[in-house]
């Protein structure tokens, strides 16, 4: 991510502060990511475009997508999850995924085993020629009307990403649970989980937690 665009997502305290973390990355490391749920009720599903094998095949023979989205997008199809798109002139312009069951890889190689219920919003991305034109709402919104009432969406955002954590307040998530990972000479870690919001949605989200962590 280029510099302007990192301080304009993370403001300039955060972003001093992650130039400072890759400097003492050798002896320790910190994540912290909220969890957030969403509580209001989704409106009817609707229409949705869904990324199946053929378009994800369609769009990298095009270059609408990378070599490695490619692979990503076929992964995740094999690994339960749902993806849903926006085309801007025939090329795709945004997607995002649920993951609907199994296990949520973030922070690196921490896991998280998904309750039943719950499904995770992941990998929302726009490219950036599109970028300005509320897509990723859009896509936010398609995918919590796909969820429907009977499960809980819930999201995993990095901390200091203050835009993505206004962005999903605005659709109606509330923050609920806070990790925070310290990793020391990049061996010991230590996993800290604090409840901000006293909730059913918290309790629900805590079951997923105390799988580990990724083995390198």
Known sequence: MKFKNRLKQYGLVNTVVSILSLIIRPLVQFRTFIVLAYQEVPKSKGQQQIITVDKAKQWHLDGSISEKDF??????????????????????????????????????????KLPKNVNILKNLYVKPQYRGQSLGKKINQIRLKAIGIENTPIVFVVSNNRYALRNLKILGFN?????????????INKRKINVLNSHKFSKQ????????????
């Open 205 to 216: 989200i805590l079951k997923g937690f105390g799988i580990g962590e990724i083995k390198k």
């Open 71 to 112: 692979n990503t997008f076929i992964k995740f199809l094999d690994d339960d999850c749902t993806g849903y798109f926006i085309e801007v002139n025939k090329k795709i312009a945004a997607w995002g995924f649920i993951q609907n069951s199994g296990i949520y890889q973030y922070a690196g190689n921490q896991l998280y």
């Open 175 to 187: 923050e609920y649970v806070i990790i925070k990972h310290t990793k020391w000479f990049n061996k």
